[in-house]
């Protein structure tokens, strides 16, 4: 009777140390800061619960080798010698603990049995270490002598081993939150979430900058606000394509700042999975593309010009080819007249291209109005022994470098289609400008007569958009005037514009 109080009595007692046990192991863990005191309530808690002088705790790498994180009274010839032994492979799932009674008759390598034997171990336990459930590691004990394991020593291994395992598992998880707030937090794009039911849930710094909502006035908002009102089946679609579970929607798209203005954006929208898979929000990357829209706008613009200009010089070609047969009585005067006036033709074409090929346009060499106006009109001054097809009047300015690639740029366009279509394009044609400067404005008046009585009235194509997208550079009045006499065209700008 007295022998079973005392079995009782040590149950009781025994009972009573692994819950006490398992209480500081908790309460450690909870205090733990850093993955090292997690490592280091572990093994007191194995030590201290049953009743080992030595343990340790392994953890697969990022190559799936197991090796060792933390441990207690092992040799570093040990710990090398048993680097990256596991009876588990990364990720395994329903892993059972396996314990060795002695180690001198198990069934092990040879090799293996002799480097434990020699640091002194005849009985040890592998308790496999999961996080869902899938293999991340172990935590082992070592006895110096053979062992009968209990079934309450395997208890409180596999519970310490579930504790270590969660606790592991949630200080990643905090660890990758931290990171990926982190990474968003400085990320430039506009990073933010929604409910399904498009209600602002999150919003980052890069949000605040790209749309001007600050994080207070955007969550618990539709993020419909951000559509203008022409797009506002976007949110919806958005919201419809989520639910069915499509991934990484990704498109160009406009969206509107908090203070009106458009901006241009490439978004990337995801579904918001829990752990059970099960869509709970929206997900929104967007970056700000105006630059690359800019960019290539211009590039656009820049190819559709070169394939007018290519255009233009050949009709131009055309028409000094045509013009000037009239006027020569041999196909050698007809020869060296075109060369002569097609070199003309590319010395006034390098005056739109020339200030752009520099680094800084002020730094090409400026000239005078009448200079560029003779020198873009050259190429097409067929006469030989008579009056010029052209007159230039009125006082003359310098044009600075900086003015010179749009200026010659209208000039040029004036000259071509002028070439092309109006008095330029007849023997009996004639272009008078006519340069006036009244206070702080400089005016020049181009007027074509001679020209066919059908010429073209310059609808709205390339040209067209061309002249008055350069006029704009040069903050220039631009103005033409048709009539059964010819084309009048008035340039007006400031006089600074044209000399800085």
């Not at 028409?319 to 590319?346: F, N, W």
């Amino acid at each position: 009777m007295k022998d079973q109080h005392a079995r009782t009595a040590e149950q009781f007692a025994r009972r009573a140390h692994e819950q006490s046990v398992l209480y500081r192991f908790t309460d450690r863990l909870y205090r733990a800061r850093s993955m090292g005191d997690v490592y280091d309530a572990s093994l007191d808690a194995i030590a201290d619960g049953l009743g080992c002088a030595r343990a340790s705790i392994l953890r697969f790498d990022d190559n799936g080798i197991m090796r060792f994180v933390a441990w207690r009274n092992l040799s570093a010839a040990y710990r090398q010698a048993v680097d990256g032994h596991s009876p588990w492979r990364p990720g395994d799932q329903n892993a059972e603990p396996i314990f060795i009674d002695d180690v001198q008759t198990a069934d092990i390598p040879e090799a293996l049995k002799a480097t434990i034997l020699q640091e002194g171990i005849r009985a040890l336990a592998f308790i496999p270490l999961t996080i869902d459930d899938k293999v991340i590691g172990k935590f082992m004990t070592y006895f110096a002598k053979p062992r009968d394991f209990t079934t309450n020593e395997l208890q409180l291994s596999v519970t310490i081993a579930r504790q270590l395992g969660f606790s592991i598992g949630r200080r990643l998880a905090d660890d990758n939150a931290r990171r990926l707030s982190a990474a968003v937090e400085s990320s430039k794009d506009a990073i933010f979430t929604s409910d399904l039911n498009g209600i602002v849930t999150s919003w980052n710094t890069g949000a605040e900058r790209l749309l001007g909502y600050s994080q207070g006035e955007a969550v618990g908002k539709p993020a419909a606000v951000l559509v203008p009102r022409d797009r506002r089946g976007e949110q919806a679609a958005i919201l419809s394509r989520i639910r069915n579970r499509e991934h990484d929607s990704c498109y160009e798209t406009v969206w509107q700042r908090n203070d009106g203005n458009l901006v241009d954006i490439s978004l990337t929208v995801s579904p918001v999975l829990d752990r059970d898979e099960t869509i709970t929000g929206v997900s929104y990357i967007a970056r700000d593309i105006t630059d690359r829209r800019r960019a290539e706008e211009k590039q656009h613009l820049l190819l559709r010009e070169m394939e007018h200009r290519v255009k233009n010089l050949f009709a131009v070609a055309s028409s000094i080819v045509r013009v000037r047969a009239r006027s020569t009585t041999s196909p050698s005067d007809l020869a060296s007249a075109v060369c002569a006036q097609l070199s003309a033709l590319a010395q006034a074409h390098s005056l739109t291209l020339t200030p752009r090929l520099t680094d800084d346009p002020r730094e090409a060499p400026a000239t005078s109005l009448h200079s560029l106006i003779r020198t873009i009109l050259s190429p097409y001054d067929c006469k030989v022994d008579a009056e010029s097809g052209f007159m230039i009047t009125g006082p003359d300015v310098r044009v600075s470098g900086n003015a010179i690639t749009p200026l010659a740029l209208l000039l040029y366009e004036f000259a071509t289609n002028a070439a092309k279509h109006g008095s330029l394009s007849m023997p009996s044609g004639r272009i008078a400008v006519e340069c006036t400067a009244e206070g702080d404005r400089y005016t020049l008046v181009w007027c074509e007569r001679g020209g066919p009585s059908d010429a073209m009235q310059g609808g709205e194509g390339f040209g067209s958009m061309l002249v008055k997208a350069t006029a704009a550079q040069l903050d220039a009045k631009l103005s033409q005037d048709f009539s059964p006499t010819g084309l009048t065209i008035r340039l007006s700008l400031s006089a600074d514009r044209l000399a800085n």
